[in-house]
């Protein structure tokens, strides 16, 4: 069973980054096929794609935060992670770490969520 759970600040001052792991259990991020992605939700809104890590460590983003986002990855750890820079009160949202099934083949599968942890973007 793979597991997934978010860990890092709750919250973020506007202007800083906003950094958070994802710690994988029960399967390799570097396993064929697969991907590691970043989904939001903010309050009172639709989910939103940020990026995703595919299993080669290539990274794809959403082009409207692909100015500010970052995601990497320490297979040794089978963590990845995001960085979202210069945040503003608008980023404050439930952020998800998810497995996309299927990854270069298609079509993708969500299949597997973390729990989601909070992160609020106040001084």
């Known amino acids: 069973q793979v597991q997934l759970q978010e860990s890092g600040p709750g919250l973020v001052k506007p202007s800083q980054t906003l950094s958070l792991t994802c710690t994988v259990s029960g399967g390799s991020i570097t396993t064929t096929y697969y991907a590691w992605s970043w989904i939001r939700q903010p309050p009172g809104k639709g989910l939103e794609w940020m990026g995703v890590?595919?299993?080669?460590?290539?990274?794809y983003y959403s082009p409207s935060l692909k100015s500010r986002t970052y995601i990497s990855r320490d297979t040794s750890k089978n963590q990845f992670a995001l960085q979202l820079s210069s945040v503003i009160p608008e980023d404050t949202a439930v952020y998800y770490c998810?497995?996309?099934?299927?990854?270069?083949?298609?079509?993708?599968?969500?299949?597997?969520w973390g729990q989601g942890t909070q992160v609020t973007v106040s001084s």
């Open positions: 998810v497995r996309v099934g299927k990854y270069g083949v298609g079509p993708y599968e969500y299949d597997y």
């Open positions: 890590i595919g299993y080669d460590g290539s990274t």
